[in-house]
T-cell receptor
Framework: DAGVIQSPRHEVTEMGQEVTLRCKLI?????LFWYRQTMMRGLELLIY????????DSGMPEDRFSAKMPNASFSTLKIQPSEPRDSAVYFC?????????????????FGQGTRLTVV | DAKTTQPPSMDCAEGRAANLPCNHS???????VYWYRQIHSQGPQYIIH???NNETNEMASLIITEDRKSSTLILPHATLRDTAVYYC???????????FGKGTRLHILP
């Protein structure tokens, strides 16, 4: 498996434009996480999904951010309109959430990230 | 908020064992200790996790104290490629959330 794949790797956009970040999960994984990393705030959990359903979006900064899972293997994070303070590295990660005998998570695997610059 | 406390930075000589401490004094009985690391410009990478017993894999060893209030990640023979930020995380195994703190920046000295 190629691991978690994010695209694009780098994105430069002008303030006010819509930005869409993409993530392909590892085959067979059913949990998906979006994180944002900046020097000031470190790694912040934005939202996570389990079996395509958003479980916790309390980390999403504001209504300008939205995330979807149109199918079990793919997710998008959209920022509309983008602002300079959104500049950061955005990571997605996937894991397998098992419900056999007991609820249990495996370790999460992270993508290489998308470096977003809003000018 | 992260439930762990780690030193902000550490140095270790190449070839020596790197011992990274972590305090998690408020850990509950069903919470696991996870370790991840992040090498510059890459996504975080899983290293190891444990509940009560010490654990070892091909990357590292995890030593958890008997009262579970602290743990130590051991890289037995550190190399320059182990230079990274190491995150100690407390997590319910049935909880999807992985909350990162500030971690320890480990410098491997040649």
């Amino acid at each position: 498996d190629a691991g978690v794949i994010q695209s694009p790797r780098h994105e430069v956009t002008e303030m006010g434009q819509e930005v869409t970040l993409r993530c392909k999960l590892i085959s067979g994984h059913n949990s998906l996480f979006w994180y944002r990393q900046t020097m000031m705030r470190g790694l912040e959990l934005l939202i996570y999904f389990n079996n395509n359903v958003p479980i916790d979006d309390s980390g999403m900064p504001e209504d300008r951010f939205s995330a979807k899972m149109p199918n079990a293997s793919f997710s998008t994070l959209k920022i509309q309109p983008s602002e300079p303070r959104d500049s950061a590295v955005y990571f997605c990660a996937s894991s397998l959430y098992r419900q056999i005998f007991q609820l249990m998570n495996t370790e999460a695997f992270f993508g290489q990230g998308t470096r977003l610059t809003v000018v | 908020d992260a439930k762990t406390t780690q030193p902000p930075s550490m140095d270790c000589a190449e070839g020596r064992a790197a011992n990274l401490p972590c305090n998690h004094s408020t850990i509950s009985g069903n919470e696991y200790v996870y370790w991840y690391r992040q090498i510059h410009s890459q996504g975080p990478q899983y290293i190891i996790h444990g509940l009560k017993n010490n654990e070892t894999n091909e990357m590292a060893s995890l030593i958890i104290t008997e009262d579970r209030k602290s743990s130590t990640l051991i890289l037995p023979h550190a190399t320059l490629r182990d230079t990274a930020v190491y995150y100690c995380i407390v997590r319910l195994d049935r909880d999807d959330k992985i909350i990162f703190g500030k971690g320890t920046r480990l410098h491997i000295l040649p």
